[in-house]
């Protein structure tokens, strides 16, 4: 089976520019988590998404947005980029079942703020 | 507020040298936890799911069991190739996200 992926895997954008991100979720899988990471505050929760609903969203400014589609695939959006927008961003998937709800990430997307 | 602390932030074995890593915890009604293994640059990786105290979970040099308080992650003869950042997440009873720990980062010396 084929993990998540992540689109592009790396990123440079210059300050006030706008960055789109692709998730593609394991198959069948129709949850899918945003994080985002950084050496200083570890992995913070961005939002996570459910058969196209938005069903937890974590303390992020509104300049952080995203969207499901149809078919799982996630995007993520942010908008007027800062400095401080440099980071690993993580998507992750799950499966939920009665017994166990475990996520599997991808790889990430290395964004740079310039 | 759910939240997240892991012992020691870094810790530097001989290959051969088994330790344990700390995942100190609190929820408002554990539905599980989680350990990944993260190596730089790359995203985390599942190792286990543990749902309720005193339950055990192992695989090759690595074993997890849980309180109702802490996590541990006890590595048996640990090899250079078990270095890597682990990460400890939290995910409490209903549709909530995980909390992360910020990882102790394992350096094991030939």
């Known amino acids: 089976k084929a993990g998540v992926t992540q689109t592009p895997r790396y990123l440079i954008k210059t300050r006030g520019q706008q960055v789109t991100l692709s998730c593609s979720p394991i198959s069948g899988h129709r949850s899918v988590s945003w994080y985002q990471q950084t050496p200083g505050q570890g992995l913070q929760f961005l939002f996570e998404y459910f058969s196209e609903t938005q069903r937890n969203k974590g303390n992020f400014p509104g300049r952080f947005s995203g969207r499901q589609f149809s078919n799982s695939r996630s995007e993520m959006n942010v908008s007027t980029l800062e400095l401080g927008d440099s980071a690993l961003y993580l998507c992750?998937?799950?499966?939920?079942?009665?017994?166990?709800?475990?996520?599997?990430f991808g790889p990430g997307t290395r964004l740079t703020v310039l | 507020e759910d939240q997240v602390t892991q012992s020691p932030e870094a810790l530097r074995l001989q290959e051969g040298e088994s330790s344990s890593l700390n995942c100190s915890y609190t929820?408002?009604?554990?539905?599980?936890l989680f350990w990944y293994r993260q190596d730089p640059g790359k995203g985390p990786e599942f190792l286990f799911t543990l749902y309720s105290a005193g339950e055990e979970k192992e695989k090759e040099r690595l074993k997890a069991t849980l309180t109702k308080k802490e996590s541990f992650l006890h590595i048996t003869a640990p090899k250079p190739e078990d270095s890597a950042t682990y990460l400890c997440?939290?995910?409490?009873?209903?549709?909530?996200?995980?909390?992360f720990g910020k990882g102790t980062r394992l350096s094991v010396i030939a």
């Open positions: 992750a998937s799950s499966y939920r079942t009665i017994s166990t709800d475990t996520q599997y």
């Open positions: 929820v408002s009604g554990l539905r599980g």
């Open positions: 997440a939290v995910q409490a009873s209903g549709n909530t996200p995980l909390v």
